[in-house]
């Protein structure tokens, strides 16, 4: 049997830190055994998945030196491997459960669900889902599928009793029956959810070994018994730990940027991120911290993995990358990385109309446009409120700034500058006022080129880690974090 394993990301965002950290894993499970990794785009969420974040996952993926074997652009004998383009399958195995009994039409309507979740609450109860489409009869199936009516297919579950399995990590692992809900595989929109597609892709693209993220432990009994249904033999199912900041909260984007263009736009080097990310669980059987991506598959061994959660320190991050650099990198190699990451004619033409109208002299650039190749600028913190606007004006203007950057598809300065209009006139502040702090966020000064233009040519990550370290120089208590939530709920979304 070929040894296959994957990395199943949803394009639903920024390449993220964790999905980077689960495809080394597996990719270095794989290839230490001569085996195949696949990656699959897992976009059956039709509103939140999009065609920029599948390629931002991608080109992160490769950047970090990770390629594979079978995926959507290079393709593979059991694609396609995008979900999207494979909803018949889905559609025909929620059939297949149908039939023998193992899934259920579901015509309840959101408001019938929130009406009998409402109810069960009032009793104290744990919302569920109380299992009315089992009540159905076939006339009645048929008559509503008949009429026409919108209907979910659903998955049975055990009313009682444990379900167990032997996880390739942490051995077996128990989950009573009765924590586990009717899962909806198939939507009414003709989607499967996440549990079909994945199973239904798996088992087709034959993936001999599964290692994810420890949250989704407890799906794990919807995911093996929907292999039983279905009469396959599921594959081998392992959780990884997940990662943590320093205050061993799960890894997030408040703490530390998650993004792995951010890395790339801060000059890191990619073998030095991988490395780390190397590290978080796992260590060589030696002991050394810096080793290769080829070091690391060729002494893998996934029963190693320690599972208490690993922290993401950008110190020993730093630590590493700067290793890297004097030890694997000779002078003309260096000068290369340098040239590929900025220092190069597309940022110069980018910049030089920026700058050509505010110099007189060529040795003034450096002064005025070195927020360009800055990693995070330093400056002076009470600049930030120095402004017209007061300090909760400014908190709460540039944290909205931040969410709706966040929210942001097309990254560029006509969408930037109409976010920062609307967030002003939310704020009742003169556009200039607004974009004060902003602009000693994203420049480091009170004077130099247009604050909206630099943001664009930045790019979104270092732009939106650079407003995010101002917010955090302001300081947002926990207290102040919940109100400034709830404020954002009243702010008009486009
Ligand atoms: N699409 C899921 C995710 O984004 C994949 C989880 C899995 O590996 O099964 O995390």
Redesign the pocket.
């Known amino acids: 049997m070929t040894i296959r394993t994957r990395v199943?990301?949803?394009p639903t965002g920024d390449p993220h830190l964790g999905t980077a950290y689960i495809a080394l894993f597996n990719y270095c499970f794989a290839k230490q055994q001569g085996g195949e990794f696949v990656v699959r785009i897992?976009d059956t969420d039709q509103v939140r998945s999009t065609k920029e974040s599948e390629q931002a996952i991608m080109d992160s993926l490769r950047w970090l030196g990770l390629d594979w074997d079978h995926g959507p652009d290079v393709g593979g004998e059991f694609g396609p491997y995008r979900q999207s383009e494979r909803t018949a399958l889905y559609q025909k195995y929620a059939q297949q459960l149908v039939e023998t009994g193992k899934a259920f039409y579901c015509f309840a309507t959101s408001e019938e669900l929130d009406a009998m979740r409402e109810a069960q609450m009032a009793e104290g109860l744990t919302p569920k889902y109380d299992g009315r489409g089992l009540l159905l009869s076939e006339d009645e199936i048929k008559a509503n599928l008949d009429a026409g009516k919108p209907y979910v297919i659903r998955m049975k579950i055990p009313a009682e009793g444990t379900f167990k399995f032997n996880d390739y990590l942490r051995g077996e692992i128990e989950i009573p029956w009765e924590n586990v809900d009717m899962q909806v595989l198939l939507k009414a929109d003709g989607f499967p959810t996440?549990f079909l597609a994945?199973v239904v892709d798996d088992h087709h693209m034959q993936i001999s070994h599964?290692f994810?993220?420890e949250e989704?432990i407890n799906s794990a009994p919807k995911l093996l018994k929907l292999y039983e249904d279905l009469g396959w033999t599921a594959p081998e199912l392992g959780h990884l730990p997940l990662l943590r900041n320093p205050d061993k909260s799960k890894l997030s984007k408040r703490k530390n940027p998650t993004s792995i263009n951010y890395y790339k736009e801060m000059g890191y080097l990619p073998e030095a991120l991988l490395n780390y990310l190397g590290r978080m669980g796992w260590s060589m059987p030696d002991g050394r911290e810096k080793f290769s991506l080829q070091d690391m598959i060729e002494n893998f061994d996934m029963k190693r993995v320690s599972l208490g959660g690993p922290i993401f320190d950008i110190d020993k991050l730093n630590w590493l990358n700067g290793l890297w650099i004097r030890e694997n990198l000779s002078n003309e190699e260096l000068m290369a990385r340098f040239i590929n990451w900025k220092f190069n004619a597309e940022l110069f033409n980018r910049v030089l109309p920026e700058a050509k109208t505010r110099i007189n002299t060529l040795a003034d650039l450096v002064d005025l446009a070195g927020h360009f190749v800055a990693g995070i600028p330093q400056y002076d913190a009470a600049l930030l409120t120095a402004g017209k606007a007061d300090e909760d004006v400014v908190r709460q203007s540039l944290q909205f700034f931040i969410w709706e950057l966040e929210a942001l598809r097309t990254w560029n300065k006509t969408e930037i500058f109409a976010i920062a209009k609307a967030v002003a006139t939310f704020h009742e502040l003169k556009i200039k006022d607004f974009l004060e702090p902003i602009f000693v966020a994203i420049t480091g000064k009170t004077s130099s080129t247009s604050v909206v233009d630099a943001m664009e040519i930045l790019g979104s990550d270092l732009s939106r880690a650079r407003l995010r370290v101002a917010l955090n120089h302001i300081g947002v208590s926990k207290k102040q974090a919940k109100s400034l939530e709830k404020a954002y709920r009243d702010y008009p979304k486009a």
């Open positions: 199943a990301p949803s897992e996440y994945n599964i994810r993220g989704w």
